[in-house]
């Protein structure tokens, strides 16, 4: 039996969870610095708990623990996230264009900052991380169907901030 | 149009017709934007050796302990129980029972055995069974306290009022004298009141006051209390009186004051003058502060 307090098994779990865990908790906070402290504290607490986590519940316990550090210093800050884009693919543009993509892009960031804290979640967690609706659920804990409401309205707030409906 | 279709389509679920049907309204080019543009968002960098090398750091300690610990391990728990016993010999009548209270003015975190979440407002107490937690969450109510339940067995909120039972779910209870209400925030509670049980969605809150049963609709995502704010809708103003009383380290005295009016609106639980406005200004109220003490009077009062 596979034992979380085994490095191999332990670093195994590092690697496949940390960095969605890291942009999880920065789409609610805003805040990459806390982010980083949330998920070490996480990661600490699986360490502490390793002899009672099963490996295949690693995961679940992971969220938890890092969404209740979301919720102590849920209070203290204002969420302004920050997201950087992948120029690459048009950067070949003309320049007019590039300005409407780089408005674009502010009113995006605004009208994402603006949304309800688990809309922006689901919606990035998808958008970004290319997580299924299903994996999302997981991770809040509530049903596919909640997340499917999340990003059915997420769009829609979205698409009316943008076109200034 | 199918429920929730801006989902499917961005998921690929729409059947050919409906992302045919789709295609054609005037909105579907904003869409195919947003749907394009946030493609290309990315997080901020993550230093995953860096972070990983400082969580080592911080549990290389942990683990040495951890071994060390081992052969004690029955000793402790013996050693444990002695030390709760004598504990509970002086504070409780029940030994394994844990308790957080919280003074006027002032709230306090905690996270039960199995990660579930409570928030205590001011003036209010929990009581649990720590050691039993795994085999049922159990936790007494004096007060007002919002809930983040992890999934698991039934957690129950006992309350001198009433009863509130759910499986894993947000909700908040307020359990004060003759004013007991339920809160739900998301999934389904079950409520016991006067031996009847309903189940509440989220979205909904159901009140008694002396008794008196009223449903309304909840609009936020959490209780308005958690930001420092207490908001009320057509209460009788005693109970609000009761908050501010609960929030401020004051004593309200009335004089021409009918407690009975039924007061909508909201005041801020860290600033008293503004607080006093939002209750005097809307009642048609005045208000003399001295000390710690605040009188209300009715404007005409000579």
Redesign the interface.
Known sequence: MENVCEDEVY?TI??AN??TL??YI??KFGN?EKA?DA??DA??KL??NC?KVAPEKAKS?LY??AN?TY??VL?AEKVRL??????K?VSHESPEFLME?KE??QK?EDALNAL???QRTT??L????GK??AEIAEME??SI?A???R??LA??E??SK??GI | MEENYLAKWLSNELSPEELKAFEQTEEYQSYAKLKAVSSRLQAPEFDMEGTFAQIKAKTASDSTKVIALKPYKSFLRIAAAIALLMVGAFAYLNFSNESVATEIAETAQLTLPDASEVVLNADSKVIYDEKDWDLQRNIILEGEAFFKVAKGKTFTVSTALGKVQVLGTQFNVEARKDFFEVSCYEGLVSVTFNNTTQKLPAGASLLFIRGKRMERAVSNLEPSWLNRESSFERVPLQFVINELERQFKIDVSLKNVDTEVLFTGSFNNTDLETALKSISTPSKLKFKVSGDNVLFYAEDTP
Do not use: C
Not at chain 1, 82 to 87: M, P, S
């Open positions: 670093s590092y690697n940390s960095k890291f942009n920065y789409y990459a980083n998920i070490q990661f600490v360490w502490e002899q316990f938890t623990v209740n919720l102590n209070k920050k997201y950087a884009t992948n120029q693919e993509e674009y892009q995006l309800p804290e688990n919606f990035l998808n958008r970004i991380d299924k609706y804990g509530v169907k997340i499917e409401k990003m059915h769009l829609k979205l698409r943008i076109d």
